[in-house]
């Protein structure tokens, strides 16, 4: 059978979301490495009509699995239905957006299918032919380089690969399945808002955000002031801050929160989780402030400043005073 | 109902570390002590959560690693979990998922569980794999990266928020058996209360072991540690700490986003 590399894609309102064409770009790196045919496989309710953005994406081949019925994301409906339809394609690698839906049904479908899992996938290299790929551990301290036997499932790292739109060569066509499915053991009951994401936040050109590292909740305060030293500027935090109430969860920055990119991020007391990075990463300056020397937020800031975060605020603060007339 | 919890040790998230001798694993310095990770802590709570609310409710947790991770059994002993059940391995180190999951569920596939619970990932590789690959082998039903969940025993099921991208939660509603990763929220993990700790430190835990049926061949290798590549280039600021103040004033100013 002809072996190929399958990317599952992730939609939502009948739109590939940005990570998917993430995973394509890491389908392609592999396909560089070892040649085979690249497999975009949509599965839902609206499938063929998603599959159609992807036809225009690329040109590799396009499996639309329609779900009559199936309008959102439903773990169980996914492990079943792909594990279906990728029974036929041959797939070595299966390439799956690291977000939290990649995270609920990818390492499930991997047992399904016989294959191998990895995780937090944000590189690919080769040696004597074969893919390497690397992710990180200890909070992005250290990072990993493994080999792994065909078929593995990958999840992969948002915001690690970087897609681009190359010219369409006209060989791509869609295939449709029609696979009938109803839920056994999942039902989904709904989605909630809680917590939509603050538009203070999307709309700042800076944001001073707070991470464990601050401490004590009194030291919000230093944060704040700090802010507003700033025009149009927002306090945000990363998940810890939330989950321990001192922020409420519609300024948190990262995977479940917010996405931002503002002129300046400057990130006091984080240590840069995965999970924070996604959030930020696209920021177009960023400055870190931190005690530890390691901490993997430094390896994607643009300025660094190792000291304590209490003392070196406040020194900001008085500095600037001194220095505004 | 029958739940159990897994557990894991791993070094704080903030603890200095660096690559060992071996170049395949790390070693912890300063005075750092590992600790049970922060998500199985939540998974944990969970679980004591539930044995509180209804009635006849046990609660075990399991390790799969090494001897000296009994001390996380002895946390969540002190918790007010029931029964802690150590599934050794020989060594630490890297453990590929594949290896863990058919270890846990060669010891746990007879003891009929209704829920199991563990975290969303460990602090240490933070895979997030081995819950739901757990769950595919032992034929429950999963979801992941939930902050609240609550069972039904009448219905047979429980619910589950799992919170998703953008500030949203998804509404699940599961059939047991069941099982379900736990994500940080607002439920605090309690301290070992001082009468759990004296029953932990006195009570056995059973200890199994387990050889893992996936063979070296199906199972991913570590190849390599190294530090991290950059992917901006920092430039830290020198002297006092008011040095780098004035320094990052003026930096900021240059790009305009000060005036």
Redesign the interface.
């Known amino acids: 059978m002809e072996r190929s590399i399958v990317v599952v894609a992730e939609h939502t309102q009948g739109r590939l979301t940005p990570v998917t064409y993430e995973a394509m770009a890491c389908a392609l790196e592999i396909q560089r490495i070892q040649p085979a045919r690249i497999v975009t496989v949509v599965v839902g309710e609206d499938a063929v009509e998603v599959a159609q953005e992807a036809i225009d994406a690329c040109d590799q081949s396009v499996l639309a699995v329609k779900v009559p019925g199936l309008d959102s994301y439903n773990g169980e409906a996914y492990r079943w239905t792909l594990s279906h339809a990728l029974c036929g394609l041959g797939a070595s690698w299966i390439c799956v957006p690291g977000t939290t839906q990649g995270f609920d049904f990818g390492p499930g479908l991997a047992v399904r299918l016989g294959a191998s899992c990895l995780s937090n996938i944000e590189r690919v290299f080769e040696q004597d032919g074969q893919p390497i790929f690397v992710r990180n551990l200890f909070n992005g301290k250290i990072s990993a380089e493994l080999s792994a036997a065909a078929p593995t499932l990958l999840i992969v790292q948002p915001g690690s690969f970087r897609w681009e739109r190359h010219d369409i060569k006209g060989r791509s066509y869609v295939e449709v399945i029609t696979v009938e499915w109803a839920p056994t053991h999942t039902r989904l009951l709904g989605f909630k808002s809680l917590y939509p994401v603050d538009s203070a936040l999307r709309d700042a050109l800076v944001i001073v955000s707070a991470g464990r590292g601050i401490e004590r909740r009194e030291n919000l305060e230093l944060i704040h002031r700090v802010a507003s030293l700033f025009p149009r500027s927002a306090v945000a935090g990363s998940r810890p801050l939330c989950d321990n109430q001192w922020l409420p969860y519609r300024l948190q920055v990262g995977q479940t929160g917010a996405t931002v990119a503002p002129d300046l991020y400057m990130a006091c007391g984080i240590s840069g989780a995965q999970q924070h990075l996604a959030g930020m990463r696209g920021s177009k300056f960023i400055v870190a402030v931190n005690t530890d020397p390691e901490a993997a937020i430094f390896h994607e800031a643009d300025v660094g400043v190792v000291e304590d975060l209490e003392v070196f605020l406040a020194d900001l603060l008085e500095e600037s005073a001194r220095l505004t007339p | 109902m029958k739940i159990l919890v897994c557990v894991k040790q791993a070094?704080p998230?903030?603890a200095?570390?660096k690559?060992d001798q071996s170049q395949q694993w790390?070693s912890v310095y300063g005075h750092a002590l590992p600790q049970m990770g922060k998500y199985d802590e939540y998974a944990v709570e969970q679980a004591i959560i539930i044995k509180e609310q209804v009635p006849g409710t046990t609660v075990d947790a399991i390790t799969n690693g090494p001897a000296e991770w009994a001390t996380v059994l002895r946390r969540a002993l002190g918790m007010g979990v029931d029964h802690g059940i150590q599934a050794l391995t020989l060594e630490g180190g890297?453990a590929?998922?594949?290896k863990t999951?058919s270890c846990i569920a060669l010891a746990v596939r007879a003891r009929s569980y209704d829920l199991i619970l563990t975290g969303v990932m460990s602090?240490?590789?933070?895979?997030?794999?081995v819950?739901?690959?757990l769950?595919?082998?032992l034929s429950f039903?999963?979801?992941?990266?939930c902050v609240s969940l609550r069972v039904d025993e009448s219905r047979n099921c429980v619910?589950a928020?799992?919170?998703?991208?953008?500030?949203?939660?998804?509404?699940?509603?599961?059939?047991l058996p069941?099982l379900v990763t736990m994500?940080?929220?607002?439920n605090?993990p309690r301290y070992p209360s001082l009468s759990n700790i004296m029953r932990a430190n006195s009570q056995e835990l059973e200890v199994i072991t387990v050889e893992s049926s996936e063979d070296a061949?199906?199972?991913?290798?570590?190849?390599?540690?190294?530090?991290?590549?950059?992917?901006?280039?920092?430039?830290?600021?020198q002297g006092s700490?008011?040095d780098?103040?004035?320094e990052?004033?003026s930096?900021?100013r240059k790009?305009s986003?000060?005036?």
């Open positions: 070094p998230a903030d200095p570390i690559i790390v890297y590929s998922a594949l999951v602090e240490d590789l933070a895979q997030g794999l819950g739901p690959m769950a595919e082998t039903s999963c979801v992941t990266s619910y928020e799992r919170d998703i991208e953008g500030g949203r939660r998804q509404l699940v509603e599961l059939a069941a994500q940080s929220s607002t605090r061949v199906s199972c991913e290798k570590l190849l390599r540690l190294s530090s991290p590549q950059k992917t901006r280039s920092a430039v830290f600021l700490s008011k780098k103040a004035r990052l004033l930096i900021l790009r986003v000060l005036h």
